[in-house]
Every structure is written in C-alpha cells, then in structure tokens.
C-alpha cells in the first residue's frame, strides 16, 4: 500500500486514528509523483503489476498481496510519456513477476509488445526491469534484448537452488538444465550480458550434495551479482510445515562458502571490462564526492573525474580499474 502512505499519514494526523489499509486493489498501484520531489532526477520506476501467482513453498507473498492484477498499457504509456518529459533518462519496470504482465484491454498486450511500445518514447535512453521469473521467460522476451537497443542487457533471475529435487520442494516450476539454458541464451546475445539472481541456502532437507550442485550451477553460470541468504521460516508458508529443517551454524557455514565464491566470479566479471570503452549514465556524485558516478548498460557501477554538469548525460569512459563493487574509468571527452 505504498501509493497509499500520504493519505494513510494524513488521516492519523487529522483524526487521531489507528489505520489499517486493505484494499489491495489494482487502482492503487503506485504511480510515480511528478511534483517536485522528483525534479533533478534522471532514472525512475514505474510499477505495471502487483501480485504473484506462484505459490513457491517458502514465499507469502500470493497471500498477501493477491493473485496478479497488471495496469493498462495505455496507462503505463502516460506515466512513462510525463517521466520522460520531466528529464527523466531511464525507467525500470517493476511487478512480482513482470514476464507474465497481461493487460486485458481490446488486444490482450503481453510484456514484449508492452516493451516494443515503450520503445518509440524519444527521448527514453534506456529501460530495465524486474523481476522475472525462469519459468515464464519467453523466446519472444529474449529476442527483445536484440531488438530493442535501449532495452539494457541486464536480468535479474531468480533461481534460488542447483539442485532438481530441491526446486521441485520449492515449487519453482523449472529444471536446473531449464535455467541453465535460459542464462545460455542470453549470454548469446552478448558475452558480458549481466545476470544478477537470488539465491538460498539451507531449505529444510537440504542435503550436502543439494548445496554442492547450487555451488556448481554458480561456477558453470558465473552470475555478475547474487542476493543470497538463510532459509527462514514464513508463517502460513508451505516449507514452514516441512521436516529436516537445517540447523543455523550449516546454514551460516554454507552462506560464507557461497558468497566467497560469488566474490571472486564477481570481481572477474568486473576486471572483463577493463580495457573498454562502456557507455554510462551520469547519475552524480560518488560517495567519497570526488568522481562522478553512474551505471554502465549492465547495471554496473562506474566512478570517473568529470565536471558535474555531466550529470544527466550519456558518456563513454575508458575503464582502467575493476573492484568487487564497482567500476574505475577516464571520461572520453571527444565523445
């Protein structure tokens, strides 16, 4: 109920009253302000969808949030067309699961002719979405990557666990060789293709061999990010009645080895682009307030001197120096 918050504020103030929202309903998903708050900015978001209709054993969400609902296209179109007339450079698309966006207007719009729409804004440099789920990324979605240059080559993919059996407990809706061949897909597009992906460690009857095959699955895919975490239980969930659950030092020991690893096929991702020349969106000032900072088309983090009148542009830097976490550059000033 986040599109709610101010008139849920403005009622306490008022009235003095405790305010329980409820309503769910698509009517409230959030649209972006266009007032002031948001002058000056240069990337925003635009929520298509709300709701899940995957009922993975772990998650909560279907029951709190409802069944999927997406917003008109035409309505997406509007809030995108004044985003970008407000300076806005890049948008990110957000739902649940936005692969299974389905606007039921005249002509049911999916979500790659919602993307091919977008693509005629001028003035709109770049979109990104998420997330998505493995078992609805469609060969039409893919091919988008191809054909729509603004559409930036990043993914966030979920797939929470190597192992075949383990998937099947989660009710994932999808093989181990199935995800494989998704990520292999789009790392045909373009080598430095960027997936990002979540993962988890100890679901209740994960067994060493289950967690050796998540190891493997992250060597053979070599994801440029992952979120990872410790199962925990979620009330009113399916795995919540599970046995065998794992016990919180396995947990703990088989995250570290995890993101170990994770930090060493991160930083070689990075050192890849040493030596070219990747195009950035300028967002501001680095944190230490000395460089420039933005993000390259696969959603890294690159940091390089230049005069803060940038800020808003499009430029190409020369990457010198890569680190787990970001990117180092020179600013190509004759581009």
Aim: glycine share 6%.
């Amino acid at each position: 109920e986040i599109g709610k918050i101010p008139q849920i504020l403005d009622r306490i103030i008022k009235g003095n009253e405790k305010v329980v929202a409820t309503d769910l309903s698509i009517k409230n998903i959030p649209r972006e302000r266009h007032d002031g708050y948001f002058r000056n900015r240069i990337k925003s978001y635009i929520s298509i969808m709300e709701g899940c209709n995957n009922f993975c054993s772990y998650c909560i969400v279907p029951y709190v949030r409802g069944r999927e609902v997406s917003r008109s296209s035409q309505e997406i179109m509007e809030e995108a067309k004044s985003l970008v007339f407000q300076g806005i450079k890049e948008i990110t698309l957000l739902g649940q699961n936005v692969n299974s966006y389905l606007s039921a207007e005249r002509e049911e719009i999916n979500f790659p002719m919602l993307l091919r729409m977008l693509s005629g804004l001028k003035g709109l440099n770049r979109i990104r979405f998420t997330t998505s789920h493995p078992k609805d990324l469609s060969d039409d979605l893919i091919s988008c990557f191809k054909e729509l240059p603004f559409l930036c080559p990043h993914i966030h993919l979920p797939f929470q666990s190597g192992s075949d059996r383990i998937l099947r407990m989660m009710n994932r809706g999808y093989s181990r060789e199935q995800y494989m061949a998704l990520t292999a897909k789009l790392r045909d597009i373009r080598p430095d293709f960027a997936i990002t992906s979540d993962v988890m460690v100890g679901f209740p009857g994960e067994s060493d061999k289950d967690f050796q095959m998540t190891i493997d699955l992250i060597r053979k895919i070599e994801f440029d990010n992952l979120f990872s975490f410790k199962y925990s239980d979620r009330k009113g969930t399916f795995s919540e009645k599970m046995h065998n659950k794992i016990d919180e030092h396995e947990k703990s020991s088989r995250l570290s080895i995890l993101q170990s690893i994770q930090k060493e096929i991160t930083l070689k991702r990075n050192i890849k682009h040493i030596g070219k020349e990747d195009e950035v969106l300028v967002e501001g000032e680095s944190k230490k307030g000395v460089l420039l900072t933005g993000r390259n088309e696969t959603n890294k983090v690159v940091n390089f001197y230049g005069d803060i009148e940038l800020v808003g542009s499009l430029v190409k830097v020369f990457i010198k120096r890569a680190f787990i976490n970001s990117l180092q550059g020179a600013l190509n000033k004759n581009h």
